[in-house]
């Protein structure tokens, strides 16, 4: 009897561990920012020039990664430069400079020239239902949001919830797909979804704010 015990938990503990290991593998990643070569702007680049870097899929959704960056300064004051790093092999940093405040976006389902290079992404057909930004940081509030464009050119756009004041630790950040509004001007299909973009605004009146980010993942 003890010996058919011990076969039932080992055929419970390997099917647990093989249930894990295929929702780890169901998940796609949209950027876990390794790519060649590294990316560095600051307030200084003006004015905001695109910058395009290019990776594996497996790394960058579609293989290419557009970064928007800009900063503004609060009117009067200390004015200090804000910056943008991206190593390497990741992640990504954001250090706003004192009274300023800082934009960035990053589009996924361009090529590297600037033109469409659609996503064709069946997120249902995949099993996947969120978006998750895993932050490994954030001192202040931050307005950050995920915004999607389907084949047809229907878009919908959700804003995040996740307060981001005060986390020294890192923490994610979800989006649930069935939260999306229906689209516009037509409701946005998701079986066939060809730009993801996901836009981080600097989210207090005072300016100076820092975060990082290890990834973008879609999850089921």
């Not at 015990?5 to 876990?32: C, F, H, K, P, Y």
């Not at 503004?72 to 009274?99: K, Q, T, Y």
């Not at 978006?131 to 202040?140: H, S, V």
């Not at 990082?212 to 993942?217: E, G, L, M, Q, T």
Request: glycine share 10%; net charge negative.
């Amino acid at each position: 009897m003890k010996n058919k015990t011990w076969i039932l938990v080992l055929w419970t503990v390997l099917a647990l561990g093989g249930s894990q290991a295929a929702q780890a593998q169901m998940e796609r990643v949209i950027d876990n920012f390794k790519s060649r070569p590294a990316t560095h702007a600051d307030s200084t680049d003006t004015p905001i020039t695109p910058l395009r870097r290019t990776g594996n899929d497996a790394d960058i959704i579609g293989g290419v990664r557009l970064i928007q960056f800009g900063a503004a300064p609060n009117p009067g004051g200390l004015v200090r430069r804000s910056v943008l790093d991206i190593p390497r092999d990741g992640p990504l940093f954001v250090e706003s400079g004192v009274n300023s405040t800082v934009g960035l976006t990053l589009t996924y389902g361009t090529d590297g020239r600037g033109g469409a290079n659609p996503l064709n992404l069946d997120f249902p057909g995949l099993g996947l239902d969120r978006f998750r930004i895993e932050f490994l940081a954030c001192d202040l509030e931050l307005h950050y949001l995920v915004q999607v464009f389907d084949g047809n050119g229907n878009n919908s756009l959700l804003n995040g919830t996740t307060s981001t004041a005060n986390r020294n630790l890192p923490f994610d950040a979800d989006f649930r797909m069935a939260d999306f509004p229906p689209g516009a001007p037509n409701p946005v299909n998701w079986h066939d979804i060809d730009v993801i973009a996901i836009q981080l605004n600097t989210g207090n009146a005072t300016g100076g704010q820092d975060f990082a980010i290890k990834r973008i993942v879609a999850i089921p």
